[in-house]
């Protein structure tokens, strides 16, 4: 009772009813979101199939390469780099973000290809940002006798089992998922003259 006007007191909210209100609106909403964040039993399967077929291929086009080249995967990734580059160099940290490698993985790697002649490290004269990345004469060699074997591999392992609306298809799979991952970054065009990594 209000001491002043007489009347009863407005009745305030039970605070336990308000807490438990709260409870189940914020279960709800933890069930809705674990509910999106679920993969139904078709998406997970594919999931699977894409990396296991991603993991297979990758083993058996590395061993390809391996056998006809005598270049790793790592190896003919640095020629295909440096052989698309302006000058066929880079700068250290450019190959890196390139090949969206750590610099110190990168050093390491160029270093044990500099000792077998497939690339060089230069210091440009009157230029202090580092040294770049060269290709030899020997690495662009290197890389061109593995091209064609690499392409023979490529096709046997994965074109041809493929129709060709079956490669639209996956192109037109592979597109949206990179438009989808890379929101707001421009596609990149391939220049189409050399056979892409392992």
């Known amino acids: ?14 605070a336990g009813r308000a807490e438990a209100q709260r409870g189940r609106a ?10 999106r964040a679920r993969l ?3 998406q997970l ?11 297979e291929l990758k083993r ?15 190896d003919y990734r640095v020629l295909l780099t440096l052989w698309e580059a302006p000058g066929r160099r880079l700068r250290s940290s450019a190959l890196a973000a390139a090949m969206d490698w750590e610099r110190s993985r990168l050093s390491h ?7 077998r002649g497939l690339v060089g490290r230069e210091n440009p004269p009157n230029d202090n940002r580092g040294a770049e990345v ?6 662009a060699a290197a890389f061109r006798t593995a091209t064609a074997p690499h392409a023979r591999a490529i096709r046997d392992h994965f074109a041809a089992p493929l ?30 003259d050399a056979v892409g990594e392992a």
């Open 26 to 35: 914020e279960a709800e909403r933890g069930r809705a979101v674990a509910e």
């Open 60 to 74: 058996l086009l590395g061993a390809r390469l391996a056998e006809d080249t005598g270049l790793s995967p790592a």
């Open 1 to 14: 009772m209000n001491a002043e006007t007489g009347h009863p007191e407005p009745r305030q909210p039970d």
């Open 109 to 115: 790697h160029i270093g044990r290809m500099d000792k």
């Open 134 to 139: 060269v290709l030899t004469s020997q690495g």
């Open 163 to 192: 129709s060709d609306e079956q490669l639209a298809a996956l192109d037109d799979i592979l597109t949206t998922l990179h438009q989808h991952l890379h929101a707001g970054e421009p596609l990149e065009s391939s220049s189409g």
């Open 40 to 42: 139904t039993s078709a």
């Open 45 to 55: 399967a594919v999931w699977r199939s894409l990396v296991d077929t991603t993991d």
